[in-house]
């Protein structure tokens, strides 16, 4: 009977075993489809950018999906320990695939006009970034007026009228083959899309539109007129704002005067300085990418533009000694401060309502010549302003301050810097925002010292900073369009950019000048901001402008380009031609630049020209969110508190939170089996203080001789025996070798263990299993994953080394030590400059090293799992041994030499000493 009862719990246990091999095999193969899904995945977002259209949606689906195989891989190897990632994938990949949706033209083709009040965040592409900003900003109460919006839709079913898009197309194909006649070739597009008959339901919509608003005036408005405004996809953002390059219709007092603006303003994506922006910019050339805000307009006592930055004082400016807002305000409507064409007050009021109202503003006010107001019939009047107001400030401070308040609401609605159009009503005197935009800010800096030795600091002219920045440049002087672009060299040039004197004006440049003249810089001098001047910026290293405002459209487009800018230069007109200048636009000064200096300060000035000059972004608003939600990684710290399923914003972010996870439920399945693992054991023997208990789950030992296995099973017991011949592993094989290199120290480093060693803490919290654990390796034919706790250390290890290189990797962890931190520190030190001399990738924080390596031949992984092997038997104890900051590049010059025994470093020391 004992016999009996010994037969069947035998049988029993062989059972439980096979039943536990079973499950660590199934979780094995879920872990390698989980590799293998993994690392498509990356190959999907690394191909993101590379992609566009059709293959870009056909990518993104591939990603969607094998993000939700992924998270089904995690759930199945941890046994569902993260429900709460099912919630994260399903909020990102639902979204994701609605804004694809949201793309599709049949969703859309029947959307021509909308009411910016409930708008929703996925009909951006319809009414396009000015609209869908202001319709954000009423949704929060803020005061912006009434209207509606012509759809992106139907603007494009205008352009595609009968025989229009041919037309159209065959003008662009001209302009494209022939620059030149750029002029003559956007008035033809003009002329045929004023022509073009409107789509009757096109028609039908915007007439309802009308009868809708005009039925339902807000109080201050006794007739309705209308501005339209353009609305593009690609506009007002911080990359690219076409700040001035599109018309704008004020005054239509009618249906039909609308639908003939809608064809103005339709008509301007296609103008010559539209087209020459998008051309600059790399964007495509003139594209049905724009709807029509149609807003009910503002009777103002006066209007203007804010800046929630000063440009001079912004972050990044050395003169950033207090925050200001930039206020720019002209009597009656706003026109006439956009365009910089009459005296404007400006106001730099501190950013805290409460200070505004208290006397903190700065203020320059002007005497004012010219106001612009709405006639009765809708018609713009230029007025001289009465003389009694010419020198009266256009706002009051309680105006300023509930301005200024507004502008803090819409930065924090927006998220950052804002360009700001607003109005206050002549009757009520409310202030309302017309428009917002982002503020391109570009980053400045002082100018080094060169900028300054032998010049004498007094500037030649001053001016306001609309732009900021450091550059130099020979004056070019500009009085007219014909003059807007940059010389070639001959005209602009004094001296030729070695600093010598050069033949200039009628005679030309001389032979040996020609070839340095034509690339120095230019600087482009108006006597006013004249809008057209954008479109010929290329070539000018900076901009001074006699008159105009830092709130003009020129200052705008100067900001994006990051051209440094100045206006109000009083005397600048009367500039030499071709003087050298240095234009310092963040201290609003214009110096001189002596000959002895002009090599050094045009190097210096084009190094920072090109620092401030990054790549734009070229996306639509919806191409962004839908980045967003794909390619950034947010989860950068794997064992800070922020890495959980909760924080994950992006498909990459859940790709990386399941690897990471899935390595960590690779070893727990591990410690799950080792409580029945009984005969899967192998206890591999390798003759060094390093001892493994490893499990098979596929190829991973052999045992030389046909019965061998049983014969030793016999023998030993339960727990099989293992030498590091009988390992079939190729990585778990690298490992052992390197574990075993002849001559590796074995005992603790010379100077012995330092006192208290041993009565340190020994949990580590930051770790997945505590200190005293027996180290242990699943392992197949080309995968090894190691938890090893060496003294009072640990590591991970996750290696896979197949004849892919593709899906080949290391994943190394280390941390901890018996010693202080200081000296655990030093040791990664030591390790990290090993590893990365190894062409490991390795980042460290306090004693915690990571250290990947992925997509090498097999041969350089088992290479480096052979280095690893040595590493880990090398730095036992080795934190005892970092007495001072010179140890951690002694140890590793003597385990890179090949000296593998620590009392070597010390050697090394003595000979230093």
Not at 97 to 122: F, H, M, N, V
Not at 333 to 349: H, K, M, R, S
Not at 790 to 817: Q, S, W
Not at 862 to 889: H, I, K, S
Request: hydrophobic residues 45%.
């Amino acid at each position: 009977m004992l016999h009996h009862l010994l037969e069947r719990w035998r049988a029993r246990r062989a059972a439980r075993q096979a039943a536990a091999l079973d499950t660590l095999k199934a979780r094995y193969h879920a872990f390698r489809i989980l590799l293998e899904n993994n690392g498509r995945a990356l190959e999907c977002l690394a191909g993101f950018d590379g992609t566009s259209g059709t293959a870009r949606r056909e990518l993104v689906e591939e990603l969607v999906s094998l993000t939700g195989e992924l998270v089904d891989g995690l759930d199945l190897l941890s046994d569902g320990a993260h429900p709460g990632l099912f919630g994260a994938y399903g909020r990102i990949a639902g979204r994701v695939e609605q804004l694809g949706a949201d793309t599709d033209p049949a969703r859309e083709r029947d959307i021509l006009c909308l009411s910016p009040d409930g708008l929703s965040p996925e009909q951006a592409g319809l009414t396009g970034t000015k609209a869908a900003t202001l319709a954000r900003l009423r949704g929060y109460g803020l005061p912006v007026p009434p209207g509606f919006v012509v759809t992106a839709t139907a603007v494009a079913r205008l352009l595609a009228a009968p025989g229009l898009e041919a037309q159209l197309r065959r003008l662009l194909d001209v302009a494209e083959a022939d620059p030149g006649s750029l002029a003559v070739t956007t008035a033809r597009i003009r002329e045929a899309i004023l022509a073009a008959p409107m789509p009757a339901e096109v028609e039908q919509a915007v007439r309802r539109a009308w009868a809708d608003l005009a039925a339902d005036l807000p109080p201050g408005h006794s007739t309705l007129l209308l501005a339209a405004r353009s609305s593009g996809t690609a506009e007002d953002r911080a990359e690219h704002s076409f700040a001035g390059q599109y018309a704008t219709v004020l005054g239509i007092s009618t249906p039909e005067g609308l639908l003939d603006a809608l064809r103005e303003v339709a008509a301007s994506a296609f103008g010559q300085r539209a087209l020459a922006y998008r051309r600059h910019m790399g964007l495509p050339r003139g594209e049905a990418d724009m709807a029509v805000l149609c807003q009910a307009m503002v009777p103002a006592r006066t209007a203007g533009v804010l800046f929630t930055r000063d440009p001079a004082r912004a972050p990044g400016s050395y003169q950033a000694d207090d925050e200001r807002m930039l206020v720019v305000a002209v009597p009656g409507l706003g026109t006439l401060a956009v365009d910089g064409a009459a005296p404007a007050d400006v106001y730099l009021p501190a950013r805290d309502p409460a200070a505004v109202r208290a006397g903190d503003v700065e203020a320059r006010i002007t005497r004012k010549t010219l106001r612009e107001v709405l006639a009765p019939d809708g018609s713009l009047v230029r007025r001289p302003v009465p003389p009694e107001d010419a020198e009266a400030p256009t706002l009051s401070p309680p105006e300023l301050a509930t301005l200024v308040r507004l502008a803090r609401m819409v930065e924090g609605v927006e998220d950052g810097p804002q360009d700001i159009e607003w109005a206050v009503h002549e009757a009520t005197g409310t202030v309302h925002l017309l428009q917002a935009r982002p503020l391109r800010m570009a980053g400045a800096r002082p100018p080094s010292a060169a900028h300054q030795d032998g010049m004498d600091g007094a500037p030649l002219l001053r001016g306001a900073c609309a732009s900021p920045g450091v550059a130099v440049g020979r004056v070019h002087l500009a009085h007219r369009p014909r003059e807007f672009a940059p010389p070639n060299g001959n005209a602009a040039a004094g001296h030729n950019a070695t600093g010598g004197t050069g033949a200039t004006g009628a005679t030309g440049t001389t032979d040996n000048d020609a070839a340095t003249v034509a690339d120095v810089p230019a600087v482009l001098v108006l006597p006013h901001s004249i809008p057209d001047a954008a479109s010929h910026l290329d070539g000018y290293a900076a901009i001074l402008v006699e008159a105009g405002n830092p709130a003009d459209h020129l200052s705008c487009v100067a900001r994006e380009r990051a051209i440094p800018m100045l206006v109000g230069v009083a005397g600048a007109m009367a500039l030499a031609e071709g003087t050298g200048v240095l234009v310092d636009a963040g201290r609003g000064a214009v110096l001189d630049v002596p000959d002895a200096l002009w090599d050094g300060m045009l190097a210096a000035a084009r190094r920072e020209a090109a620092r401030r000059r990054a790549p734009q972004d070229r996306e639509t608003p919806g191409e962004r969110e839908l980045r967003s939600l794909i390619v950034p990684l947010n989860l950068t710290d794997a064992y800070g508190p922020t890495f959980n399923e909760r924080e994950c914003r992006s498909l990459h972010d859940i790709v990386r939170y399941v690897h990471e996870k899935a390595v960590l439920a690779m070893f727990r399945a591990g410690d799950e089996v080792m409580e029945t693992a009984g005969t899967l054991l192998r206890r591999v023997e390798l003759g060094v203080p390093f001892h493994v208990l490893a499990i098979d789950v596929g190829g991973g030992f052999h045992d030389g001789t046909p019965g061998g296995g049983a014969r030793r099973r016999a023998m030993h017991g339960p727990v099989l025996p293992a030498v590091p011949q009988d390992v079939a592993s190729v990585p778990f094989a690298a490992l052992c070798e390197g574990l075993t290199t002849p001559g590796l120290a074995r005992g603790p480093p010379e100077g012995g263990v330092p006192a208290g060693l041993l009565s340190r803490a020994l949990l580590d919290g930051r770790g997945e299993r505590p200190v005293g654990e027996f180290n242990y390796a699943l392992v197949s034919r080309d995968y090894c994953n190691l938890n090893a706790r060496v003294e009072y250390h640990f590591a991970m290890l996750d290696a896979l080394c197949t004849d892919n290189p593709r899906e080949n990797h290391i994943r190394f962890r280390f941390k901890g030590g018996g010693t202080g931190g200081t000296r655990r520190v030093r040791r990664i030190a030591f390790m990290r400059e090993v590893l990365a001399g190894a062409g490991f990738f390795t980042a460290a924080v306090d004693d915690l090293l990571t250290a990947t390596l992925a997509g090498e031949p097999a041969g350089v992984v088992r290479q480096r799992l052979v280095l690893l092997g040595r590493l880990l038997g090398y730095t036992r104890l080795l934190d005892a041994a970092m007495a001072d900051d010179d140890a951690p590049a002694l140890f590793a010059q003597a385990f890179l030499s090949g000296r593998y025994d620590t009392k070597d470093a010390q050697a090394l020391r003595d000979r230093r000493d």
